[in-house]
């Protein structure tokens, strides 16, 4: 089927796809913590890469990219960044602050861009970067998140494992994203799994606990998450432009945080207000610089043909 053309809306199948995508990110965030808050974090972990690792074993198929140059990119994008992530999850009280620090890795992988493959960055992008990180610094001096900072700053460190191995694979051969989740989830179930027998405590005994929501959570975390709404984006961005499409998952902390107040307890005061609109207005500047930067890029491509 041709694909409709770059300039054109979107089709009312594309909206759905984003707004499928928002939700299952979402939520997933609110699941994360449902289930670390009964599980080992490593272990849930290790988990969802087992589960989405028996649905994606048909894309584990040759050829496969040198170990040397896919290697790193495994480890970041997956047991370093999960672990991180999960870990940070078990130790907050509050949902909204580390879900809105994880959205530093928009404008980190724009930073690491700029320093490690010479990509440009435009004063707007800068900027943003700066309104984010200081959105996030103003977001943990409330009282009320000056407890999870331990978590909010592991939340920031998850990014940069995150927007790491994005720009590591900027630089790599070209594998498909359902055959990178396959590889990422091979090596990120061993790893992870290993370090929850490793350094957790009790891991069997609160896995034979935990109830049926629980387990539910972690499976919607392989299934929804981990495959469906990455099946959803790469779907889009065969379509259209990813500086048209990756905007609007900014969306995504909005639904994390609304379950969170709405649902989870999380108390919202005007600081944290205030520092989560300044991060989330910070990456969207260094989003939508980045879109004007591609859109510069292919009207000067084309001008040269």
Not at 12 to 38: P, R
Request: aromatic letters at 10%; one cysteine or more.
């Amino acid at each position: 089927m041709t694909s409709p053309s770059s300039k054109s809306p979107f089709v009312l199948a594309e909206w759905a796809a984003i707004a499928a995508i928002i939700i299952v990110w979402g939520v997933n965030n609110a699941a994360a913590k449902l289930a670390t808050d009964v599980l080992p974090p490593f272990f849930v972990g290790g988990v969802r890469f087992a589960i989405a690792l028996l649905v994606l074993i048909p894309f584990l198929k040759p050829p496969f990219p040198p170990l040397r140059q896919v290697g790193p990119i495994l480890l970041l994008l997956g047991p370093l960044h999960f672990g991180l992530i999960y870990y940070g999850f078990s130790i907050v009280k509050n949902l909204s602050p580390l879900v809105v620090s994880l959205q530093l890795w928009i404008p980190m992988t724009a930073f690491f861009a700029w320093r490690l493959l010479g990509e440009t960055m435009s004063r707007s992008g800068l900027a943003g970067m700066i309104v984010a990180f200081a959105g996030v610094a103003w977001m943990s001096l409330d009282p009320r998140a000056a407890g999870d900072l331990p978590g909010i700053l592991i939340g920031v460190l998850a990014s940069a494992m995150w927007a790491l191995g994005t720009v590591w694979v900027r630089r790599s051969p070209a594998v498909t994203p359902l055959k990178m989740q396959a590889l990422t989830s091979l090596i990120g179930a061993p790893a992870l799994l290993a370090a929850s027998f490793l350094f957790e405590d009790d891991v069997l005994h609160k896995a034979a606990s935990a109830g049926w929501m629980i387990w539910g959570t972690v499976v919607w975390a392989a299934l929804a998450s981990t495959i469906g709404a990455s099946a959803l984006l790469f779907w889009l961005v065969q379509r259209r432009e990813p500086g048209r499409v990756t905007p609007w998952f900014l969306l995504t902390p909005l639904v994390s945080c609304g379950i969170g107040i709405g649902l989870m307890g999380d108390q919202l005061t005007p600081q944290l207000a205030l520092g989560g609109a300044a991060t989330l207005v910070g990456v969207a500047l260094v989003a939508l610089s980045e879109q004007r930067a591609a859109a510069a890029a292919a009207s000067a491509a084309s001008a040269q043909l």
